[in-house]
């Protein structure tokens, strides 16, 4: 963006770690847990916390099998060095997603040898918008995303008969991998690494066995860093959890439509999905075709292509799918990307995806319109114009800039001001309806005088961060079965944000939760008013399970 002769502080500015810095931390600090996976994610953080226990993971006092710990324990150690704040697990998520750019520079600079090749790969990871979007999101696909790209780099170190280093590095990037979301890790490795004789051109020459050998042994030291958590914790944590860490939080997944997973869906889903997640990519490139084909034998290239292309399909194959479960990948997408443009079979023309922005920015202006007449948008009822416009102005911008902006940067920058304005948006048009503090206050209050208090169906763990809850908040599934807790407990309180559990009674709290309202009353009174007719069969917000 600046002369190469520039001043180091304009290079400094220039730089793509510095965008992300600016256009990405403001969000670390401004927007709070989101409900209902960030508020439960850090409900397990805390529980850690004040109980003590480390080994086994807890939701709501039941053992919490659905994720490792390593997220859990980033999160514990920023407490000790900032107090127990909200900011901190985002502040953690977005270390690591700095640390994925110097990554994805250096490994991009190890496999073509140009600087210029290494930094035009971080505008790419840092523009495409999933990217931006999770960089600082309190979830587990950008530590995972950056344990591959250590893996990846250890998989250099073997193919460059760099053993040791190469194993321990390997090794240990897949066992924090796994520690971060499990065995999926060896999903986003394995390929690339089995792939080495055919992208590493006479690297391998005579030595192959030795390669596969070393790789094996990686994946055996992966495992044990893996195991000298999953064993002892399967001990502590009983058949149960022992059978879902080890057998059903895996098998669900891949079972998808037909098996028991949430995230069933059909195997062409990802075809769909991802070029949204590439964004501003897929409108801002023009290609030749001839030269493309001309890439097929460069080592680069074909990296790349055995890291994308046989993952994204085996992911495909699996029957639970997420858009976030193909994070890991972009930063492959990012190296294709930047060895094309280098070698010209690629064009940035940002003049389609400027268009783009002003179509999107103009719809976004107009959402508080269409609104009051389309309850899907209800969310959107109070979300600015002025959000829609700062995108329109980024797309024109854009659009009849089309020289300064012919580069990734331009176009990386434009798509993070944009993710910046989006979240941004969700601050200002949600109001309080992700912040349940002040309920969660008065259920801590409750519980702390020795007042029983009762959930009517499942909460997620919304309220324990929020509220800081030092025990479980109960959880009914019927009303049958609250009644009978109402009559054993005249003197609590019953808590819900489901639509079919609106009790006739007056709530001595109420107040707005995401697409509809979380309230509080006392048992008694809600035992003797009963449902409201109107809402005991009104449908209920999808129940979103662990992803």
Not at 285 to 298: D, F, I, N, P, T
Request: aromatic letters at 10%.
């Amino acid at each position: 963006m600046f002369p190469s002769n520039a001043p180091d502080w304009r290079a400094i500015l220039s730089h793509p770690l510095t965008a992300a810095a600016l256009l990405l931390l403001p969000i670390v600090f401004l927007l709070g847990p989101l409900p209902i996976d960030e508020t439960r994610y850090l409900a397990v953080a805390w529980e850690m916390r004040q109980t003590g226990e480390f080994l086994v993971p807890h939701l709501n006092g039941a053992t919490y099998a659905h994720k490792p710990p390593l997220l859990f324990w980033l999160i514990n150690a920023g407490w000790l060095l900032t107090g127990v704040q909200a900011w901190t697990a985002r502040a953690m998520t977005l270390l690591c997603s700095l640390a994925s750019l110097l990554l994805m520079q250096r490994l991009t600079l190890r496999l073509t040898g140009s600087a210029a090749t290494a930094r035009t790969s971080m505008w790419f990871l840092l523009g495409a918008i999933y990217f931006a979007l999770f960089s600082n999101a309190i979830m587990f696909d950008v530590p995972l995303a950056t344990c591959v790209l250590l893996a990846l780099h250890g998989v250099l170190d073997l193919v460059q008969a760099r053993t040791r280093r190469g194993v321990l590095l390997t090794g240990g990037a897949i066992g924090l991998g796994i520690l971060v979301k499990g065995p999926v890790m060896l999903l986003d490795v394995a390929f690339v690494a089995l792939a080495a004789p055919w992208w590493s051109g006479d690297r391998l020459a005579g030595r192959r066995a030795r390669y596969f050998g070393a790789f094996a042994l990686s994946i055996l030291v992966g495992a044990i860093i893996g195991l000298a958590w999953a064993i002892p914790a399967a001990l502590h944590g009983g058949e149960a959890y022992a059978r879902a860490i080890f057998l059903n939080q895996t098998l669900d997944r891949i079972g998808g439509v037909k098996g028991t997973s949430a995230h069933g869906r059909p195997w062409w889903w990802y075809l769909a999905v991802f070029p949204l997640m590439l964004l501003p990519w897929p409108l801002a490139m023009r290609s030749g075709a001839v030269k493309l084909r001309e890439l097929a034998v460069q080592v680069p290239w074909r990296f790349g292509m055995a890291w994308v292309v046989p993952t994204f399909v085996a992911f495909s194959m699996v029957g639970g799918k997420q858009p976030h479960y193909l994070l890991p990948m972009i930063p492959g997408v990012a190296l294709l990307l930047a060895f094309a443009l280098e070698r010209d079979a690629l064009r940035v023309r940002a003049g389609a995806f400027g268009l783009f922005l002003v179509l999107f920015g103009t719809a976004t202006a107009g959402l508080p319109w269409l609104a009051p007449r389309l309850p899907s948008l209800a969310f959107a009822a109070e979300v600015s114009p002025l959000w829609g416009c700062i995108i329109a102005a980024i797309g024109v911008a854009l659009a009849f800039g089309r020289t300064r902006f012919a580069q990734p940067a331009g176009a990386a920058v434009a798509m993070v001001a944009v993710a910046l304005v989006i979240k941004l948006a969700v601050i200002q048009g949600s109001g309080d309806r992700y912040d349940v503090g002040a309920l969660a206050t008065r259920i801590h209050e409750a519980q702390e005088r020795g007042q029983p208090v009762v959930h009517l169906g499942w909460h997620h763990g919304v309220f324990e961060f929020a509220g800081r809850l030092t025990r479980p908040l109960p959880a009914l599934d019927t009303l049958e079965s609250f009644q009978a807790w109402a009559r054993e407990h005249p003197d609590g309180y019953v808590v819900s944000f489901y639509r079919r559990f609106r009790f006739r009674a007056e709530p001595v709290h109420a107040q707005r939760f995401r697409g509809g309202e979380v309230s509080m009353w006392k048992a008694s009174d809600a035992l003797a008013s009963g449902v409201d007719p109107a809402s005991s069969h009104a449908g209920d917000e999808p129940d979103e399970s662990d992803d």
